[in-house]
């Protein structure tokens, strides 16, 4: 047994993680920050942050992750960090020369308590950022909220670029959140479908998806420019995209530059993809086009085909919160049963929202934010499930407790195709289904004895 | 399939790649830069001074990572029935959760937190009123939970900062417990310049809070220890398959695959047999003056290195037994080797590599690379010291710096009652005077050709301008590195974590190397870069339909 001394008996614990189901903010904020063109993402910290993050990102997405850091020394943790900082900035845009530095602290730099804002002056002051380049920064002490909490930051300071015009330029901002290159290059695809002008931020389709060509370009095509950032000030709303991971940057551009915003579910799932397609439809004043409800009908066709292999399994799943209530929304609408529910962002909302989803499940539902992945092994020992859905980690416990097991959300550190194949929208939905068949059909035949063994299913 | 390898036109001069990687440099950069890269001139006896173990220059795209994952993600992670408690906010003890991949067997029923990952998840408020408390109630709640033989804590940035004293909580836990030993490391990620440092605090402790700890008698005629092999991708079963097939008994290894237990009798071996140079020979010198025990440089990685390690054990000894037994197991093990090298040589012969990790395999990995005829024309440590370029010899004038200073060294008296010289001076003397070599290691320079390049904490950039400028068939790094060279259209092994394969350690190992890096370096993927469309743009006028 690979978790052997997981006991099945569960005790509280106040002080002790085991296993958690977050990582810390740093990372989040270098993801989001990779989605802005010619970005170079920037920890002040020390240099283990930035290494870590780097690996981490590196094995999700089989891409080169380029990141500077401050790399900060016993010396500069006692005096400040600013020195680190301006020289790497000097550094970083001499050798690398990117359009943007995206800077993001770390717990070492928010607890000796570095202003970023005011480094940002004095290298302004100094001359040490080139004309036409811009720094960005965003504050992310390890120690408050997750990954997630530290994505929503970089992105809200993404938002602060906005510098209206006082002319509108008709598009809708689009906040996707914490999904896969290939999420954000779909929802592109349906926007373009439906005729809608939009800014995408962050954007890391072309960035982290790319080609294998014989070049190595430190700053592929993709990404959202800056020039877009700073339009985002005149369009004609917001729609962010999780409450979690996109609602703060879309408040502050209502609440500051008079964008309105509504904040939606990730549109994973029927249920959450109609919701962001109908709003998008309200807000653009368009038409939806039938190839779009076209992918819908086609979702539900398959959950009609396929119900009686979905109906009643239960579930669990361990991930981040905003991913999580759409995939626990569109598990119940499949008339599954997500039975445990684990994030370990914290948040008592997200207990009420799953608590709401899952009220008329036919089983005892447990549901915890701040918690840990050993709980999830638990609540599974206590009441085992047909299916897992996570990360790469919970193959420790697919494997132990002999569970089918769908890899979904962050990190995928063993399998292919998350940056590839999208799971947002209806055509997502599609990919969702086709992994969660095919995992539980393949139990099915194998555990079929060989009179019940069937060619057609 | 191609069977002879086509010799690369690839003409370089060191000088001018040398010049070409500083060009783009601000000029206090391109100076500091200048003294880490060196043109070998492979000098017999001195090597040229290369500046190492200095300050990570900020903005700079390293591949260095910090002093915690020195000592608790290479030295303490594989310890596979210690619970390694993490003390900080999440971050640090999520990334060092298995990525490294350590191997290890407790068999069915052992002890085995490998797969756990534990940590005190610090919160704001934590940082505010200080984290000890939290700590104290973690420990206990780890306790309760598992009964642990023992607990280990490590320091994350913000521990230092605020003052928290985890010695202090550890004794005292320690002593509340009574049959769980719990000690700390201070090893906060701003500590050093890289993690090296953390191997140092990792070697400190367990020498001062494990080692020496069990008494109860090791059985075994010829015992070592192993230190410095981490058993990535099982390279430490396949050494402790020969050490078996040997006869030679392995008390401990620091510290792949290890336990509790191991560390605590490691004090009972007669020999130290150090691997990895850079992050153990701390612990090889302290179980020198406290326990009397000889130290010496081994290294598995290539099966002559292997043959002539062996070899070197059982001179120690100086059994005749074992002495025969080694060369029966050289002469059953190497035949498979020199198979699986004739099979490949004819591919792979006259190739070109380039490699940049650790702190030891950028100088094993060469002996590799030699045995396939393929040749390293620049290579370089990430987190080494000048010995491990220069030669042990240089330490006595290596210059102790303001990022040194900081790092414990403590000292280490002969044991009153346990303190046993192995050999008689005599008998020291005499092995010395055949030309064998205690507490020597001669460092990764005069290993390699005049012209070759030495490049220590190579970055991102040099890197890419490396590859651009010498085009070598293979780079050799890390994971962060891995796909910004692919990229390039050249393939790229990591020698940290040997991306899914290994072992890579002596004779089985080197078979699995050779066919790994033929099949990298001979793999059709990299003729596939250009679409039809784009080796030949131009539209033919006479293009049939058929």
């Not at chain 1, 530095?101 to 804002?117: F, N, Q, V």
């Not at chain 1, 992310?140 to 602060?160: C, E, I």
């Not at chain 2, 290993?447 to 400028?469: G, P, S, W």
Request: charge should be negative; glycine fraction near 8%; hydrophobic fraction near 35%.
């Amino acid at each position: 047994m690979l978790l052997r001394h997981t006991p099945k008996e569960i005790t509280e614990r106040t002080a002790l993680t085991i296993n958690p189901a977050k990582t810390c903010q740093p990372i989040g904020a270098m993801y989001a920050a990779l989605g802005i063109h010619g970005c170079l993402p920037h920890s002040h910290g020390s240099q283990g942050c930035c290494a870590y993050h780097r690996s981490t990102l590196t094995r999700h997405y089989k891409e080169p992750i380029s990141a500077a850091t401050s790399s900060f020394t016993e010396g500069a943790s006692v005096f400040g960090g600013q020195a680190n900082m301006l020289q790497a900035i000097d550094n970083i845009f001499t050798v690398y020369d990117p359009e943007v530095i995206a800077i993001h602290t770390t717990c070492l730099s928010e607890t000796i308590g570095d202003d970023l804002k005011q480094i940002k002056t004095k290298a302004e002051k100094e001359g040490k950022i080139p004309a036409g380049k811009t720094v960005i920064g965003a504050n992310t002490p390890s120690y408050v909220g997750s990954h997630v909490t530290g994505f929503s930051s970089m992105v809200k300071s993404m938002a602060m670029l906005a510098e209206p015009t006082g002319k509108k330029n008709g598009k809708v901002n689009v906040i996707p959140g914490w999904v896969e290159p290939c999420d954000m290059e779909e929802l592109k695809r349906l926007m373009n479908l439906m005729g809608v002008k939009f800014i995408m931020f962050p954007d890391t389709s072309g960035v982290l998806n790319g080609p294998l060509s014989g070049e190595f370009n430190m700053f592929p095509e993709g990404g959202t420019t800056i020039a877009e950032l700073k339009s985002t000030g005149d369009s004609i709303g917001t729609l962010a995209l999780g409450e979690w991971c996109s609602a703060d940057g879309a408040r502050w551009l209502d609440a500051k530059k008079k964008v309105p915003c509504s904040v939606l579910d990730m549109p994973f799932g029927l249920k959450a993809t109609d919701r962001f397609i109908d709003a998008l439809r309200t807000i653009a004043g368009v038409s939806i086009p039938e190839q779009v409800s076209l992918e819908r009908g086609q979702l539900v066709d398959m959950i009609s085909d396929m119900h009686q292999y979905l109906y009643h399994k239960k579930v669990a799943l361990v991930g981040d919160p905003d991913q999580l209530i759409s995939m626990t929304e569109f598990l119940v609408s499949l008339d599954m049963c997500p039975v445990h529910i684990v994030t370990g962002t914290p948040g008592k909302k997200f207990e009420e929202r799953i608590r709401e989803i899952t009220r008329d499940v036919p089983y005892p539902v447990h549901v915890k934010a701040a918690g840990d992945m050993f709980l999830l092994h638990q609540w599974i020992k206590n009441e085992p499930v047909d299916l897992l859905i996570g990360n790469t980690y919970c193959k420790y416990i697919a494997r132990d407790e002999d569970i089918p097991y769908v890899r979904w959300g962050f990190p995928i550190l063993d399998r292919q195709g998350h940056q590839y194949f999208p799971t947002v929208a209806y055509k997502g939905g599609l990919r969702l289904l086709e992994k969660i068949l095919g995992v539980l059909m393949d139990r099915q035949d194998r555990d079929a004895t060989e009179q019940r063994f069937e060619l057609v299913m | 399939m191609a069977t002879a390898t086509k010799k690369k036109l690839v003409q370089w001069d060191p000088a001018d790649v040398k010049a070409q990687l500083l060009e783009k440099y601000p000029a206090k950069v391109a100076r500091k830069r200048a003294k880490q890269i060196m043109i070998n001139e492979a000098l017999s006896n001195t090597t040229p001074e290369i500046s190492a173990n200095v300050r990570t220059i900020p903005g700079i795209i390293t591949m260095r990572g910090c002093t915690y994952a020195g000592c608790k993600g290479v030295i303490m992670g594989p310890t596979r029935d210690i619970v390694n408690l993490v003390h900080g906010p999440i971050g640090c003890s999520f990334y060092a959760w298995l990525t490294r991949r350590n191997q290890t067997d407790a068999g069915p029923d052992g002890e085995n937190y490998m797969n756990y990952c534990f940590s005190t998840d610090m919160q704001d408020s934590d940082i505010i009123f200080g984290g000890e408390k939290k700590l104290t109630a973690a420990i206990q709640e780890a306790y309760d939970l598992f009964h642990p033989r023992s607990i280990a804590i490590f320091a994350t940035c913000p521990v230092g900062l605020i003052g928290d004293d985890i010695h202090t909580v550890a004794k005292r836990m320690k002593e509340k417990f009574g049959d769980c030993n719990v000690y700390a490391f201070s090893c906060e990620g701003y500590k050093g310049v890289s993690q090296s440092a953390g191997h140092h605090i990792a070697n400190n402790q367990v020498f001062r809070h494990i080692v020496g700890e069990n008494d109860v008698p090791k059985e075994g005629k010829y015992k070592i220890n192993l230190l410095g092999e981490y058993n990535i991708g099982g390279d430490g079963f396949e050494i402790d398959r020969i050490f078996k097939k040997c006869g030679i008994t392995n008390i401990a290894t620091f510290s792949g695959n290890s336990t509790y237990d191991q560390f605590a009798s490691a004090h009972q071996a007669d020999l130290n047999a150090v691997m990895c140079h850079r992050s153990i020979n701390y612990v090889a010198d302290m179980l020198e003056t406290k326990y009397g025990i000889p130290w010496i440089k081994v290294n598995f990685i290539g099966a002559n290195a292997t043959a002539k390690s062996l070899r070197k054990i059982a001179q120690y000894f100086g059994d005749q037994e074992l002495i025969d037994r080694v060369e029966e197991v050289i002469a059953e093990e190497m035949p498979a080797v020199e198979a699986a090298q004739a099979e490949v040589r004819p591919r792979t012969e006259g190739k070109t590599a380039m490699m940049f990790v650790g702190g030891s395999r950028a100088h094993h990995y060469q002996e590799l690379f030699n045995e396939m005829g393929m040749k390293t024309i620049s290579a370089g440590y990430e987190f080494a010291h000048r010995d491990d370029y220069e030669g042990r010899q240089v330490i006595p004038t290596l210059e102790v710096d303001a990022d040194s200073r900081n790092i414990e060294e403590i000292h280490v008296e002969p044991d009153s009652t346990r303190f046993r010289p192995r050999k008689s001076e005599a008998e020291m003397k005499k092995l010395e005077k055949d030309g064998y070599q205690f507490k020597q290691y001669d460092g990764l320079i005069p290993d390699m050709e005049k012209n070759t390049l030495v490049i220590d904490d190579l970055n991102q950039y040099e890197a890419e301008k490396l590859v651009e400028l010498m085009k070598p068939d293979i780079f050799c790094a890390g994971i962060k590195e891995k796909f910004s060279i692919q990229k390039l259209g050249v393939p790229m092994k990591q020698l940290h974590s040997y991306d899914s394969g290994g072992p890579y350690a002596g004779f089985k190992g080197a078979v699995n190397f050779y066919q790994e890096i033929d099949r990298l370096v001979n793999s059709k993927v990299w003729r596939y870069m250009k679409a039809p469309w784009q080796e030949n743009p131009q539209l033919s006028a006479s293009y049939q339909w058929e």
